[in-house]
């Protein structure tokens, strides 16, 4: 028992840091309100359409960015101060925010306000992310970047599960306008958080143009086989869970026979799955060097309880299947992006970041019109079920058809923090 406390109170050791203290504290408030307003949009969009197939095209605009800018994002993150950048990208969302406020208070709201604030709230979170990845390098060194992750996670997945249960009630009590006001307040905390803070990026001079910076990460990538791994179950759980998340408006009303709370306590209780999955289930991992084969296992078991959860027609065994499905799902998002920090040159890290979040995003359109035009013809728990299915049947054909990643270990390199 003593043993097991060590391990996890060792897993929060970056916490003691300052910078890092501050960001993350402001960061995870931040995306309490972010999760509200994921919540509340899906809502909005629901009440207005009833269609699973327009779910999914709000989901896709939101994505197309990351596509277009991905070659560029990852670069700019590289050689611009990042926490200057990511006061920017914060101040710009909050804009966003009050935008959305406004439409729905004011009533005025429809489908293609939606669609317009979803492409650019796309295009601030292609800017945002990868500096944001690289950022937590900066702030804890690379001789904690895994830990740092996983902290950064658990406070995410902390947001995650309160976000979405505290839109689910504030739209019961008292309508969904509040919902994006709250968003756009929340901002505040992570900006401030960014004033007070300072970091020790190393920021360097453009050594060609952007996209050939691109490209030479790409090169990197694909000359490390495990990291190209781990990428490939990245994007299946990113293809199929992420896009199965996306129609739970359907899944409350339709299927549930619910309202807005019964959304929001789906969406919390996957956040809880996943907050324990970090504060717990990654502690007790960080000794494991076989991560390959254990992303595998989390990728599978993440596929089967959505096959599992579709066969369910009651709020509170959905949330329990919900809860275990994302229960191992943090472990692939951590351990991937560790190991690709811990890899790459000083100089690449934003970039390496952009394009784990360009493939894993840059699909997201095609998965969210995959499943949308799935659930509006099939149904959505018969959607869901295939995409679990799918999951399952793409993790066991990459451990056919890539031996190794039952084999490889892994250690996260020590790397001194000026380095």
Known sequence: MKSLISSIKDGYSPLGMRNFRIYVSGQA???VGTWMQMTAQSWVVWELTHSELKLGIVAMLGFIPFVILGPWSGVWADIVNRRKLLIGTQVAAMILAIIFAVLVQTHSIQIWHIYLLSILLGIVNTLDMPAQSAFIGDLSGMEHIRKAVAVNSTLVQISRMLGPALAGWVIAAVGVAPAFWLNALSFVAVILSLVAISS???VHKRSGSHLNEFWDGMKFIYSQPRILDLMLLTLLLTFFAFSAVQIMPAVATDVLHGDARVLGNLLGAAGAGALLGSMVIMPLTAKIKKIGLLAAIATAWTGLWFV??????NAYTSMLFLFLSNLLAP??????????QSSAPPNMRARLMSALLMIMFGIQPFASIFIGFSASRLGSPLAIMINGALMVAGTAAILVFRPKLRRWEVEVKTVSKHS
């Open 29 to 31: 408030l931040s995306m």
């Open 200 to 202: 020790n990026q190393e």
């Open 308 to 313: 599992v959860f579709a066969f369910s027609r």
């Open 331 to 340: 472990l692939i998002f951590i351990t991937t992006s560790a190991v690709m």
